[in-house]
């Protein structure tokens, strides 16, 4: 009881996330990538140096070696069993999905980083907003996908454990090339994140 209880919490806080996009936090990082700035670097505007920023950074960092490394258990440390993906062109994936994404993922030089600029703990529920990008090969070029995440995470023995993730692209790049918008929906590559890695069953 007590977990669906908090299920459905964490359920009203993802359909309550467009409230925080319109944010500080995101507004100062979609201005970041727009102009062209590298997300990695702290916005002033943004940025909340708090020991709840400081703590979800850390699962963030296990989870993107876990991604950068192809580690399948490091994945499985940071996904909760019922965690659900939502990419950027809105394709919803499991945790299970997710593994097998990254298993099968055909290119090996991919690579991603993520970047959290603001959090917030509710209890056993805790919210990071941040910016993600994203290089992979698209064709015969090297693609880097810049955007803002969400992730929703329910501390499970001890630990935190991502229940939710969405993503939000912001702009598409191609390295030596003047950025450009994000592409539509129907021509988008899917980017890594969260993990996001090819086309169909992956963000």
């Given at each position: 009881?007590?977990?669906?209880?908090?299920?459905?919490?964490?359920?009203?806080?993802?359909?309550?996330?467009?409230?925080?996009?319109?944010?500080?936090?995101a507004?100062?990082?979609?201005?970041?990538m727009?102009t062209?700035?590298?997300?990695?670097?702290?916005?002033?505007?943004?940025v909340?140096d708090?020991?709840a920023?400081?703590?979800?950074?850390?699962?963030?960092?296990?989870w993107t070696t876990?991604l950068?490394?192809?580690?399948?258990?490091?994945?499985?440390?940071?996904?909760?069993?019922?965690?659900m993906?939502?990419?950027?062109?809105?394709?919803?994936?499991t945790?299970?999905?997710?593994?097998?994404?990254?298993?099968t993922?055909?290119?090996?030089?991919?690579?991603?980083?993520?970047?959290v600029?603001?959090?917030?703990?509710?209890?056993?529920?805790a919210?990071?907003t941040?910016?993600?990008?994203?290089?992979?090969?698209?064709?015969?070029?090297?693609?880097?996908?810049?955007?803002?995440?969400?992730?929703?995470?329910?501390?499970?023995?001890?630990?935190?454990?991502?229940v939710?993730?969405?993503?939000?692209?912001?702009?598409?790049?191609?390295?030596?090339?003047?950025?450009?918008?994000?592409k539509s929906k129907?021509?988008?590559?899917?980017?890594?994140?969260?993990?996001?890695?090819?086309?169909?069953?992956?963000?």
């Open positions: 009881m007590r977990f669906a209880s908090i299920a459905g919490f964490v359920s009203g806080l993802v359909f309550c996330f467009p409230c925080l996009v319109g944010g500080t936090p507004q100062a990082a979609v201005t970041a727009s062209g700035a590298d997300p990695t670097v702290p916005v002033a505007a943004a909340t708090s020991p920023v400081r703590e979800l950074q850390a699962v963030e960092d296990k876990a950068n490394q192809r580690d399948q258990y490091g994945l499985e440390l940071v996904l909760a069993p019922l965690f993906n939502v990419s950027q062109t809105g394709i919803f994936t945790r299970d999905q997710q593994i097998a994404n990254l298993i993922l055909d290119d090996k030089t991919a690579a991603t980083e993520q970047k600029l603001a959090a917030r703990v509710l209890g056993d529920v919210i990071a941040g910016t993600y990008s994203y290089r992979h090969r698209a064709g015969n070029g090297e693609v880097l996908d810049r955007g803002i995440f969400t992730h929703v995470f329910q501390r499970q023995h001890g630990q935190w454990m991502c939710s993730a969405q993503e939000t692209p912001v702009a598409t790049e191609t390295p030596g090339a003047k950025p450009k918008a994000a129907a021509q988008a590559e899917m980017p890594f994140h969260i993990p996001f890695f090819t086309k169909g069953n992956s963000q």
